[in-house]
């Protein structure tokens, strides 16, 4: 362990850990916290990581309470986020609905064209 600049306790990093390693530790283990402590990594990398392989078509499994979708109805965010900006649920609609309707690798496409 290393303290980190806020004085808390941090795992040192074992270096870099290789796809099996991960692929591994990420499907024996019962959390994502036990996956940080086999490899020594943090959890926003353990999701990160883990998310970029189910992009790739990966399907690693997902643990309990954390990382996937929540309960709440898409309607019920819409009305939150509408509520926090004092703007109509109908203004955020044509937004959302932009959202879900764009290209899934559009931002990679372009990234890509700019190099």
């Not at 959202?99 to 700019?114: D, G, I």
Request: hydrophobic share 40%.
């Amino acid at each position: 362990m290393v303290p980190n600049v806020k004085g808390l306790q941090m795992i040192e990093a074992k270096g870099r850990v290789t796809f099996e390693a991960f692929i591994e530790a990420w499907e024996t283990s019962g959390s994502v916290a036990e996956v940080c402590h086999k490899l020594g990594m943090e959890k926003p990398n353990a999701y990160a990581r883990a998310t970029k392989y189910r992009g790739e078509g990966i399907p690693l499994k997902k643990f309990p309470g954390g990382g996937g979708r929540t309960a709440i109805p898409r309607e019920d965010k819409l009305a939150i986020l509408a509520k926090v900006r004092g703007v109509a649920v109908d203004t955020l609609e044509t937004e959302s609905q932009a959202l879900l309707n764009r290209p899934k690798r559009q931002r990679k496409v372009a990234v890509t064209e700019l190099e």
